[in-house]
């Protein structure tokens, strides 16, 4: 039964429809021993990620209003509660998302084309002692590149913590030694 739920799910071409779908379904089906209706709440934002969508949140939702739109599944088998539920919880995450992304503010277009040059010329200058030129130049990049990176590469290992290493694929042993031998650029 759970294959077949998911099965269906993914035939759902609307992520919102899918996301209703697997949080009413799951819920209904109890797969698990324990933690149905939480892996039931946390699979219906699978879809809404696959499409960009805003995530799914409960957090304000009223206990007593959440546990009629679950007896209204299992008793009666009458999603309408649920339904009502799930699209006033959905309308307000999708504005507290909103708020969100506008105070996070657009992403920096250079950091994310050089993402993966970042992490591979941070490692290289903490985990491996290069220098940032040489590291730079590991990378082969067209000069305009290079000089688009250097600034921002800099910057970074200004702000590189021992509680922010793991986004460049670091130990805190390796960052924590960097740090300790004055932060060799």
């Not at 071409?13 to 021993?33: G, H, I, M, T």
């Not at 209204?72 to 999708?94: K, P």
């Not at 290493?165 to 042993?173: G, H, Q, S």
Request: hydrophobic share 45%.
């Amino acid at each position: 039964m759970l294959e077949s739920i998911l099965d269906k799910a993914r035939q759902i071409k609307n992520p919102v429809e899918s996301a209703f779908f697997l949080w009413v379904n799951l819920a209904y089906l109890q797969p698990f021993d324990d933690g149905n209706k939480r892996t039931s709440r946390l699979a219906a934002n699978v879809p809404l990620m696959l499409y960009n969508s805003a995530p799914l949140s409960f957090l304000d939702v009223d206990v007593q209003d959440y546990a009629h739109a679950m007896l209204g599944v299992y008793e009666y088998l009458d999603v309408s509660l649920a339904a009502d539920l799930f699209e006033w919880a959905y309308r307000r995450s999708i504005r507290k998302y909103e708020v969100t992304l506008e105070a996070m503010g657009k992403p920096d277009p250079v950091r994310v084309q050089f993402r993966e040059a970042l992490n591979e010329s941070i490692g290289a200058i903490v985990r491996d002692g290069k220098t940032s030129e040489e590291a730079i130049t590991d990378l082969s990049l067209a000069p305009d590149q290079a000089r688009l990176l250097r600034p921002l590469l800099l910057d970074e290992l200004k702000r590189l913590e021992v509680f922010n290493c793991a986004r460049y694929r670091l130990t805190m042993k390796q960052t924590e030694n960097w740090i300790n031998a004055g932060r060799p650029l």
